[in-house]
C-alpha cells in the first residue's frame, strides 16, 4: 500500500491554458474523489466515481472542468482555460467502500497567473 | 450544506484539554473527523455512524449526536503533536457516499 499518489504537486500556469492532474488511488479503492482546497477553508467536492463511472459532478463545477477514470484506476482532472480563482490545491481521495473513511492523496497545488 | 465548526482556533499548552464541535442543518448519515497539518494531506481519524456513538482512541474520541445532527471531538491531555486543523466531514442521508467538510479548527498546542 502506497498510499495516494498525486502528479504533478505543483503546476504553474498562464491563464487560458490547459491543464491536467493525475491521481492513482490506492490499488483496492473503488472509490475516488476529487476536492478543490482553497487557504483557510476546507476541502470542497468537485466529483466522485466508483470504479469508472462518474456517479455525481459538482454544480459548482463548470464545464471547464472535465474528470476521467479508466478503467476504474487512476483518474485525470482537466482544466480548460484556466482562469486565476481556478488557484487551489486539488486533492484527490480514494475510499474501498461507503463508512470507511477517505485517504488523500499529497495534492496539486495550482496557480494561475 | 457545509457543516459549521466551533470553535475556529484554539490555543492550548500541552497537557490541557479541548472540544472541537460540527454542526448541520441537514440530517446527517455519518461524520467524519481529519486532521491536516500545514502543507500536506489531510489524514482521517475516525467515522461516527449512530446516534450517541462514541469512539476513538485513549486521548481524542468523538461523539455523534443524530438527533441533534451534531458531532464533537475530545483531544485530553494534547501533546505537541495534536497540532493543525481538524475538519469535520457529514455525509447526508441520500447522498453517503460523498463529504462535505467545515471550515476547520486551527488547534495550536504549545510547551
Known amino acids: 500500500d502506497t498510499g495516494v499518489s498525486q502528479n504533478p504537486r505543483h503546476k504553474i500556469t498562464k491563464r487560458g491554458q490547459n491543464v491536467t492532474f493525475r491521481c492513482d488511488p490506492i490499488?483496492?479503492?473503488?472509490?475516488l474523489y476529487w476536492y478543490r482546497q482553497t487557504l483557510g477553508q476546507g476541502p470542497e467536492f468537485l466529483t466522485y466515481f466508483q470504479n469508472e463511472a462518474q456517479l455525481e459532478k459538482s454544480r459548482l463545477l463548470s464545464d471547464r472542468f472535465s474528470a476521467e477514470r479508466p478503467k476504474g484506476s487512476f483518474s485525470t482532472l482537466e482544466i480548460q482555460r484556466t482562469e486565476q480563482g481556478d488557484s487551489a490545491m486539488y486533492l484527490c481521495?480514494?475510499?474501498?467502500?461507503?463508512?470507511?473513511?477517505?485517504?488523500f492523496g499529497s495534492g496539486t497545488r495550482l496557480t494561475v497567473v | 450544506q457545509q457543516p459549521v465548526q466551533s470553535p475556529q482556533a484554539v490555543i492550548l499548552r500541552e497537557g490541557e484539554d479541548a472540544v472541537i464541535n460540527c454542526s448541520s442543518s441537514k440530517a446527517l448519515y455519518s461524520v467524519h473527523w481529519y486532521r491536516q497539518k500545514h502543507g500536506e494531506a489531510p489524514v482521517f481519524l475516525m467515522i461516527l455512524l449512530k446516534g450517541g456513538e462514541q469512539k476513538g482512541h485513549e486521548k481524542i474520541s468523538a461523539s455523534f449526536n443524530e438527533k441533534k445532527q451534531q458531532s464533537s471531538l475530545y483531544l485530553t491531555a494534547s501533546q505537541l503533536s495534536y497540532s493543525g486543523t481538524y475538519f469535520c466531514g457529514t455525509a447526508n442521508r441520500g447522498s453517503n457516499y460523498k463529504l462535505t467538510f467545515g471550515k476547520g479548527t486551527l488547534l495550536t498546542v504549545n510547551p
Open positions: 481521495a480514494s475510499s474501498p467502500r461507503v463508512n470507511y473513511g477517505y485517504t
Open positions: 490499488s483496492e479503492h473503488n472509490r
